[in-house]
């Protein structure tokens, strides 16, 4: 018997059709209470998007263009696909779930999302995606943090594409390089496809101007590592996780795509531990 007030069922809407989102839209595929729908992509792309998730899932390039009540709506497209269609989501109602933290580095972008949340009595809720102990960091936040900083270590192929080729060679690196250091505002605007960690833990602790932030390329490593240090009034705490990337993205962890689908489930579940 449905119980008032429990969800009982998911209609679902995707931004964006890349390795993050096709591996949650695996995952779920099964769940009679959930349903993808819908996904927004750029336009022309959209018998990509139909390859990538199969012919029940109708592609969209305009938020407006969706006729049909959605109850959740999810980002896996990167800073680009926020900025261009989470407030729309926002201002119609819809709860929106995203791990393109890094976007919210841009003052402007973070201030018109949040009145969107506002205007339409809808949530933005920003992944915890490859990092843990955002939740103990957050709960320290209250009684006061005085210091949080963030290294990020990748295999150089991981810093492909980004500002470290203009200051290493990736490709005969023999020891670790440090190529940022920083700011996580700084990281976050400079590697939006690579430190959204930063803001995660920007947002969730000291802020993006006050957390310090070290990335690294390793030619000594094959995961992806995240350590974040921290001290307050709660004490202090050391946390290091080493996560294996999404086979079809080295730039992306498949901690994050994980967490994507967590958040959804947690939205059906009468117990969240």
């Known amino acids: 018997m449905p119980v008032e007030g429990r969800i009982e069922a998911l209609h679902i809407a995707m931004i964006g059709h890349g390795p993050i989102a096709s591996y949650v ?10 349903t993808v729908a819908w996904v927004v992509c750029r336009a022309g792309r959209e018998d990509a998007a139909k390859t990538a998730f199969g012919p029940k899932v109708h592609p969209v390039v305009r938020v407006d263009d969706i006729g049909e009540a959605v109850d959740l709506a999810i980002d896996c497209a990167g ?40 205007a339409g009595g809808a949530q933005l809720e ?14 320290a936040k209250i009684g006061g943090l ?38 996580a505002r700084e990281a976050a605007l400079r590697y939006p496809k690579n430190a959204n960690v930063a803001a995660t833990i920007a947002l969730a602790g000291t802020g993006l101007d006050e957390t310090q932030v070290r990335l690294i390329a390793d030619p000594a490593i094959d995961a992806n590592c ?48």
């Open 25 to 34: 839209v695996r995952q779920l595929a099964d769940r009679p209470d959930v």
């Open 79 to 118: 800073h680009d696909g926020l900025r261009s269609h989470g407030a729309a989501f926002l201002r119609r109602g819809v709860d929106l779930i995203t791990v393109s933290n890094g976007a919210l580095a841009d003052a402007e972008l973070a201030e018109i999302l949040e009145a969107s949340a506002f």
């Open 126 to 139: 920003l992944l915890s995606g490859a990092v843990g102990a955002i939740d103990a960091l957050a709960a």
């Open 146 to 183: 005085a210091r949080v900083s963030y290294v990020a270590r990748k295999p150089p192929a991981g810093w492909k594409g980004t500002p470290a080729e203009l200051l290493l060679d990736l490709g005969r690196l023999t020891k670790p390089g440090c190529h940022f250091e920083g700011s």
């Open 226 to 273: 995240h350590e974040i240090e921290a001290e307050g009034a709660f004490g202090k705490f050391s946390f290091k996780i080493e996560g294996n990337p999404l086979p079809d993205n080295p730039k992306s962890s498949a901690l994050t795509a994980m967490s994507v689908v967590r958040s959804v489930l947690n939205r059906l579940e009468p117990v969240i531990p």
